[in-house]
């Protein structure tokens, strides 16, 4: 048996996808932080890439980066908006890194003699990626989210690796299950079934549940809290409702009403460190419902009809809207329709631009056009990474008058490469895990509208890019009235840039969305919305 002192808390999810496992797991994580504990929590994804850094924001939502640089699930960004606590690449565990790992072990000759299998090679290195957490870094509780459904053929190894693990850990571990409890109109009533079937999944492959949380949109009375309980060999405690909320952000109240927290400490047989403390989440929560304020910010990207696919920009826009006491409705539009001529009507009535990362030419003509109206139209703009470097391309040709600047992503035979690969990269034939990647120093020039942001010169920002702002063209660039108040001091990259001239127009290399929190909106975040609702009043 184990002798670990970390608690393991297992999430996996039942009936359908979407439930919100990440949601849950992010609200028992906060509910524990509040009481005293230190908690991490991990994903484990069951698909074969190595990480979803390859894959399109279609296939998978957002990529979220960590300051280790891993190109991990977007679930981790909810982790740390809930925590306020940094994650690794240890924390997104996927098949791909699984098998990667055992297979290099076998071409070592590690497992010399032997014939290489799913149990136990595979597990054992599932179990060692679960462990890592709580043994190298010491956290009180380490909460793993299984990816996908319980009974998906992806998911067996996992799901075999928990089993054994539970096994081993004995008390120190506890299985959460997240179902569903369908409201059947017809017959004007929920609906346990499902639950039991997916209980009953896990029960065949060995697992029984400790709590089921389930997902209801409308509340579980006693009868049917009961029933579950009694089909499901759980205490009636432990079938917590989870009612559809009007903001993620209030899951975590909602859990600790039903007494989540409580029983998950009940069932391990440990005590609070200290009384509960919400109150800095119920002021955030209070400030996010109650606006005094409202502003349009409009966001360009290409991938705008698939809200996972900017995830962390559109919660990082609602902390500042909190900070700033302001509603915000964003406007989201679709960068391959904007053009010359419908630009004014498409902006004209917003009082916020942010440009959006991406990668590829699909769409960066409009997103030039949507700057350049900005520009001229004293709109405050916040141009992210691509959104970034599409500000320099549009104030090149534009102001510089290079008609054909360009980045050489768009355009490799362009004459004037305002945007250039980056040194570095220019030998780089592999796709997986290969761009700048991860968190990286900048020093800010005094006076900038960065500075009166962060009110620090020294910051270190995530990066995931290829293509960097083009030094040769500085000297122009900012005689003509863009500054670079940014820089990476080591290599001597510009990390911001900014028009002084205008009321508020920043432009970042990096992605400052990565790095918003419920505890710490982003300040750049908060000086944009803060300069959307001056731009609304005057
Ligand atoms: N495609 C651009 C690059 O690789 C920008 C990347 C991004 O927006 N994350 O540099």
Redesign the pocket.
Known sequence: MSKSKTKYLFVTGGVTSSLGKGIISSSIGKLLTARGFSVTIQKLDPYINVDPGTMNPYEHGECFVTDDGAETDLDLGHYERFLNHNTSQANNVTTGKIYQTVIEKERRGDYLGKTVQIIPHITDEIKRRIQILGETQKFDFVITEIGGTVGDIEALPYIEAVRQLKWELSNNALFIHLTFVPFLAAAGELKTKPTQHSVKTLLESGIQPDILVCRTEHPLNYKVKNKVARFCNVNIDSVIESMDASTIYEVPLLMQKEGLDRVILKKLGLKSRKKINMQKWNSFLIALQNPKNEVRIAVVGKYVELPDAYKSISESILHAGAANLCKITVEWIHAEEVNKKNVKKKLSSINGLLV?????DRGIEGKIIAINYVRKNNIPFLG????M?SAVIEFSRNVLKLKDAN?T?MNQNTSNPV?DL?HTQKNITEKGGT??LGAYKCKILKDSKSMKAYKKANISER??????YNNLFKDQLEKAGMIATGINIKNNLVEIIEIPQHPWFVGV?F?PEYKSTVDKPHPLFCKFIEASLIHKNT
């Open positions: 959006a990362p991406g990668f590829g992210i990474c691509l959104g470097q980045s992503e945007i980056m761009m700048r990066h995931r890019h290829r293509f960097e290399q992605h």
